[in-house]
């Protein structure tokens, strides 16, 4: 006699055990939170486009989460895994616009985690179908005219600098002239650029002689066959030779060019 009431209590204990767990999950489906042994887990916010799960973890051993996902229009099953102690948050499905998500449980600590949920798909309404859009209306406007391209930005501006320097003779020898000419998007840049390719030649004294924004520029150089040296400079290569020849000497080709013509 004393087993059979033994054996009775034990049953009423596991039903009783069993009810309380179902009116767990069925709270944690009413207000989206719920505490389990060590773990406390609650709807929040939407974050990045999805349904979120916080999830406080104080569980001392690794476990795993299997959470019934359901909002209005479909239903998920997903298990998360809770690996260390602390705030964890989880992803769920994509947010539906205008709804909120609420989800039962379960939390496994070991063997296979799965929860039952896909029984509530039919209690989810069908989305009701698209209205069709209506046919835009054509409009009587005439056509509009077609739009003249912006015309191209200027060019920017350019510099031209003419570089030219002798150095004197040394005891027994003869001098040495020197030019240099360049083009460059700045004045500075232009200047740097024909002193450089002066002092190339071999000549230490080089210094600009002529800067221009706009038009031509040329030089050459030129000896008198006893150790004289000169140049001559002007917007023309035929203007700079005679220059340079009207001081006796015997001038080279020039060199030199114009800057880029604004349109």
């Known amino acids: 006699m ?27 489906a009413a207000t989206g939170e719920v505490w389990a042994d060590c773990t406390t887990a609650s ?8 349904y979120a799960l916080s999830v406080d973890n104080r569980c001392a051993k690794p476990a795993q989460l299997a959470v019934c996902w359901r909002w209005p229009g479909g239903v998920k099953a997903e298990t998360y895994r809770l690996s260390k102690p602390g705030r964890v948050t989880f992803l769920g499905p994509e947010v539906t616009t205008g709804s909120a998500a609420t989800s039962t449980w379960l939390h496994c600590l070991k063997g296979e985690c799965r929860i039952e ?23 009587s406007l005439p056509p509009a ?44 840049a232009a200047r740097q650029a024909a002193l450089n390719q002066c002092k190339r030649q071999g000549v230490a004294n080089c210094q600009i002689v002529d800067v221009y924004d706009h038009g031509c520029g040329y030089i050459t150089t030129g000896n008198n066959g006893s150790g004289g040296y000169g140049w001559g400079t002007a917007a023309s290569a035929q203007r700079a030779v005679e220059l340079c020849a009207s001081q006796g000497l015997t001038c080279q080709k020039p060199i030199g060019g114009c800057v880029r013509q604004a349109p």
């Open 2 to 28: 004393g087993e059979r009431i033994s054996f009775s209590r034990r049953v009423m204990s596991l039903l009783i055990r069993h009810f309380l767990f179902t009116v767990c999950l069925l709270a944690f």
């Open 43 to 50: 709807i929040t916010p939407p974050l990045a486009g999805h």
């Open 117 to 139: 949920c896909l029984a509530t798909v039919a209690n989810n309404p069908p989305p009701s179908p698209a209205t069709p859009a209506k046919p835009a209306q054509q409009s």
């Open 145 to 188: 005219a077609p739009q003249t391209p912006p015309p191209p930005p200027p060019p920017a501006p350019q510099w031209g600098a003419i570089a030219a320097g002798i150095d004197t003779a040394q005891s027994g020898g003869t001098g040495h002239a020197g030019v240099g000419w360049a083009l460059a998007d700045s004045v500075d």
